[in-house]
C-alpha cells in the first residue's frame, strides 16, 4: 500500500540537485588533492542552494525526501552530508512501503463470500471459459 504525496516543480529541482551533490561528494574520495579543493567549494555552493530550496519546500514535500536534516535556527535545513554520502545507492526520495497482512484462507472466504452469481452462472461462466480455451488449442 503506497501514499502519494503531491509535489511540485522544485520538489524534483532538490532532488536533482541532492543527486549532484552525492557524485560530487563520491568523486571526492578518489580526486587528487587540488581537485579535492575544487569540489569541496563546489559542494559548499551547492549545499547552500539545498538549503534555499529546501526552506521553499512545503511539509509534505520535506517528509518525501530523506537526506536533510533541521538546520541550526527553526525553518531551515541543510543536507545531512554522513546520511547523502553513506547510501549511495538508496533513493533521495523516501519510498516507505507497508504490506498488509492477511490470512489467506480469511480472504478466500471472502472473496467467495463475495461473488453474488448463483451456481448456473457460475457453471456457464466456466462452460465459456473452456469453450475459449479449446478454441484457441485448435
Known amino acids: 500500500m503506497y ?3 503531491k509535489t511540485g516543480p522544485l520538489y524534483n529541482k ?11 561528494a563520491a568523486r571526492m574520495a578518489s580526486a587528487k588533492s587540488r581537485t579535492q579543493g575544487k569540489l569541496d567549494r563546489r559542494l559548499e555552493r551547492l549545499a547552500e542552494k539545498i538549503a534555499e530550496q529546501l526552506s521553499e519546500l512545503s511539509g ?15 525553518g531551515y535545513y541543510e543536507v545531512d552530508h554522513a546520511e547523502i554520502t553513506s547510501k549511495p545507492y538508496i533513493s533521495i526520495r523516501r519510498i516507505d512501503r507497508w504490506d498488509e497482512e492477511y490470512d489467506v484462507a480469511e480472504r478466500k472466504a471472502l472473496l467467495k463470500a463475495g461473488d ?23
Do not use: H, P
Not at 453474488?116 to 485448435?138: C, G, I, S
Open 60 to 74: 509534505n514535500e520535506l517528509q518525501a525526501l530523506t537526506c536533510w536534516k533541521d538546520g541550526i535556527q527553526r
Open 14 to 24: 532538490v532532488v536533482q540537485s541532492m543527486s549532484t551533490y552525492r557524485s560530487i
Open 116 to 138: 453474488q452469481r448463483d451456481d448456473t452462472q457460475k457453471e456457464a461462466d466456466a462452460t465459456n471459459l473452456r469453450a475459449f480455451l479449446n478454441m484457441k488449442r485448435d
Open 3 to 5: 501514499e502519494e504525496v
